[in-house]
């Protein structure tokens, strides 16, 4: 669960670190500690479904520093504070997140960046499901312009069961595989081999 600060200014980006650097930078961060979720929240009174994809990347908070570069560099989303579940280890508590879910942000800054730099690992994978349902959250904003009483657009059926196929496709590319691991290579030659 994340708890949101309030709406602060976004800084510029220094001007001591080169952007081509650290947008490749942020693409091998979010490699390891981002990730690409569509959620389906639905209403405990009305049973409505609201249907959302947002942008997160989780790191320690003695690693905020890098969290608001991410934010200055992409003049977009929040940083918030992420509790963890009280199993994991101490070490990894607490934590911020840094959170972009306004689909025009996602169109116009977050999928560019990942088209022109890209993930690397199966992230790679959740990417390219996720943009398509990003765009199809975009398609229904912009074609139903006028909220319904209980503030969401009207989707479709078809626009429901499109989301969901994305949403399970992802759910099923989380689940470990070790088949996909590869073997352990070899330990490298030691600068001692061969000396008697």
Request: proline share 9%; glycine share 4%; charged share 25%.
């Amino acid at each position: 669960m994340a708890r949101h600060h309030p709406k602060r200014p976004f800084l510029p980006f220094p001007a001591d670190i080169q952007r081509e650097y650290f947008a490749s930078w942020i693409t091998g961060l979010t490699d390891g500690e981002g990730c690409f979720p569509l959620l389906c929240l639905i209403s405990k009174k009305s049973g409505y479904r609201k249907y959302h994809a947002t942008f997160k990347i989780t790191l320690r908070a003695d690693d905020c520093y890098g969290l608001e570069l991410v934010r200055s560099f992409f003049q977009c989303g929040t940083i918030c504070d992420q509790k963890h579940k009280k199993s994991l280890p101490e070490a990894w508590k607490p934590a911020k997140t840094f959170l972009v879910s306004n689909v025009d942000a996602l169109v116009s800054k977050i999928i560019p960046h990942f088209e022109r730099y890209p993930l690397l690992l199966k992230k790679s994978r959740d990417f390219e499901i996720w943009k398509k349902a990003v765009v199809l959250l975009r398609r229904v904003k912009y074609r139903c312009p006028i909220k319904t009483y209980h503030g969401a657009y009207r989707w479709t059926e078809d626009d429901k069961k499109e989301f969901m196929a994305y949403f399970h496709a992802i759910r099923a590319g989380r689940v470990y595989n070790a088949s996909v691991v590869p073997p352990s290579l070899p330990p490298p030659p030691s600068l001692f081999d061969g000396l008697p």
